[in-house]
């Protein structure tokens, strides 16, 4: 099981220019301080930044929409990854950019499903097949405080776009089917995807046989092609007159039609020369003083006769030029009709070779040797395809059942029941010690239980399902163990008797050797033995203080996201 922390978060408005960074201790954190300091968005946007929207996101948060950078590492591999609106960029463990995504389902869950072995795939609301968001990734270790107090696996929003995910996703991350499961069915259905399609090829092939059998069923395929040898010797000869003869007669046309648009261009520019040559006789003669002054230098020059007369000749010469390259225009298509001619009797070349081919022995024609041939030839491509596709089915349903089998084997009962009985064992334990003594057994049996309770007894049985998931999930599954992060247990309207019980409850039932980061309004004397984020300024997580710093470390990774969006763009 791979296992995740997070190491520090930084979190930088331009609009306000301000900023905040935090550290995150690998054990524990505590994020203090009143209400209306940023505690809950702080934390909401550690997990927004890796692409798990979480339920709720305070208005004003999310007008501001600020770019946030989480360094993280798995198995103690460091990356990291920058928020920017709807762009979600990772880094590798030198800041290098590796890989940038506009889209969290399409590219971002597929990406962090890779990096992070969750192999799980489960139908949306389509009926297509996908990869979960990261939303299902963090899912089990968020409880927010909006959503998470009155109702277990809520803390994201999104969840609805897959068809009735919750058992499937809670047991995939409590083990009772994990990757190998998911690998072995995700299997499964692509030979099963691929039987279908071998079913329909193998349709196709049937069909155009019967066709071809129908078509060619009142001809012998096996006439004796010695009858004919004479004729189809004739045949190759004219055959092979016949391309010599069309290839020249192409080979000339070609140079003939180049040649005419090459003499056309001619035309058009020496047309175009005259008409130009016109108009400056035009201009010189009448337009013109007999003194020109120069606009640049001040100078005068003649208008002479001489310089008109030039004018005059050039007009004369492109008349002449005209007239050669109509001339020209004439004999070349003169030619092209003469090749045209000639090509044309090659089709007297054509109807040879159809009396040659309409050449009877008996009831049979030539054309009946060479088509039937050629339908034969057909005829064995596609049995020999058929028996391929025939093969491959058998194989691949041969396949399917191997895994199918397995995959049966992979959910068994008495594997299902080990890891519901430690479930429960843990949550009964944790039930008694968070004095939560009314709750029917019923409520929370399975892994699956939606706890329902009333008044402040629902936040303690939470907690105490919570816990019991997080030792399920860390003793079982196969998937990947991420930070656990609890926002204001404090719910309910609780005691100061019982709001000291759950606090001592998760300070003292962690799973080892995992990371928790907490939000809490109060300490009320409790020492959790870690560092604490202290949130003073009211309705601003953001400092003006920390704008430059915080902008300076973000800055590399955004230029790099700039850079990538500029070669995308």
């Known amino acids: 099981m791979k296992k995740i922390l997070f190491k520090e978060v930084l979190i930088c408005s331009h609009s306000e220019q301000k900023a905040k960074k935090v550290k995150l201790d690998p054990t524990r954190t505590l994020i203090y301080g009143s209400n209306d300091v940023g505690k ?25 929409n600020p770019l946030s950078l989480v360094k993280f590492s798995i198995d103690n591999v460091d990356y990291a990854i920058f928020k920017d609106d709807k762009t979600f960029s990772i880094f590798d463990e030198n800041g290098d950019l590796i890989k940038v995504c506009s889209s969290v389902t399409n590219e971002l869950g597929p990406f962090f499903a890779s990096l992070m072995n969750f192999n799980i795939q489960l139908p949306d609301n ?25 109702a277990n696996w809520a803390g994201f929003s999104g969840i609805g776009q897959l068809k009735k995910p919750r058992e499937a996703i809670i047991y995939y991350h409590t083990g009772i089917r994990g990757n190998e499961y998911y690998d072995t069915k995700n299997k499964s259905v692509k030979y099963k995807e691929e039987y279908d399609a071998l079913t329909a090829e193998q349709k196709v092939i049937k069909n155009l046989l019967a066709n071809l059998k129908e078509e060619t069923s009142t001809v012998d395929f096996n006439i004796n092609v010695e009858l004919f040898k004479e004729e189809i010797e004739l045949l190759l000869v004219e055959c092979d007159n016949l ?26 520019i020496t047309e175009n020369a ?33 310089e008109r007369f030039e004018i005059a000749l050039d007009r004369s010469r492109c008349d002449e030029l005209l007239l050669e390259i109509n001339g020209q225009l004439l004999e070349t298509k003169s030619k092209i009709e003469k090749e045209n001619s000639l090509l044309n009797k090659t089709i007297e070349q054509i109807a040879k070779i159809e009396i040659i081919l309409q050449k009877k022995r008996g009831k049979i024609q030539l054309r009946d040797v060479i088509e039937n041939a050629g339908a034969n030839q057909v005829h064995e491509i596609f049995k020999q395809n058929l028996s391929k596709v025939n093969a491959d089915l058998f194989e691949n349903k041969k396949n399917q059942l191997e895994l199918e089998e397995k995959w049966k084997s992979l959910e068994n009962k008495d594997r299902k029941n080990e890891i519901e009985s430690f479930y429960l064992k843990k949550i009964e334990n944790n039930l008694s010690l968070l004095e939560v003594s009314a709750l029917k057994q019923k409520a929370y049996r399975g892994v699956v239980s939606k706890i329902n309770d009333t008044g402040s007894s629902l936040p303690r049985a939470l907690t105490a399902y919570y816990f019991a998931i997080f030792e399920t999930i860390k ?5 990947v163990f991420c930070p656990l992060v609890i926002d204001s247990p404090n719910q309910q309207a609780q005691d100061k008797g019982h709001i000291n019980l759950i606090y001592e409850f998760i300070k003292e039932n962690q799973p080892a050797d995992t990371q928790l980061i907490l939000g809490i309004e109060d300490l009320y004397g409790i020492d959790f033995k870690c560092p604490i984020v202290e949130l003073t300024q009211k309705y601003s997580l953001l400092s003006k203080d920390d704008y430059g710093e915080v902008f300076s470390e973000m800055r590399p990774y955004y230029l790099q996201v700039i850079q990538q969006r500029g070669m995308l763009f």
Do not use: M
């Open 243 to 268: 391309k010599k003869i069309e290839e020249a007669h192409k080979e000339k046309l070609i140079d003939l039609y180049n040649h005419i648009i090459i003499l056309e261009a001619q035309h058009k």
């Open 40 to 64: 809950s968005s702080l934390i909401k946007t550690i997990l927004h930044t890796f692409g798990a929207r979480p339920a709720k996101i305070n208005e004003n948060w999310k007008e501001l």
């Open 274 to 306: 005259l008409n130009e040559s016109a108009k400056d006789y035009a201009f010189a003669t009448d337009k013109l003083a007999d003194k020109v002054e120069c606009p640049t230098c001040g100078a005068e020059y003649e208008n002479s006769f001489s």
């Open 475 to 479: 003793k079982y599954s196969t998937a």
């Open 126 to 150: 389509n009926n297509q097949i996908i990869t979960p968001p990261p939303a299902f990734i963090f899912l089990p270790f968020y409880i927010d405080q909006d959503e998470s107090w009155s």
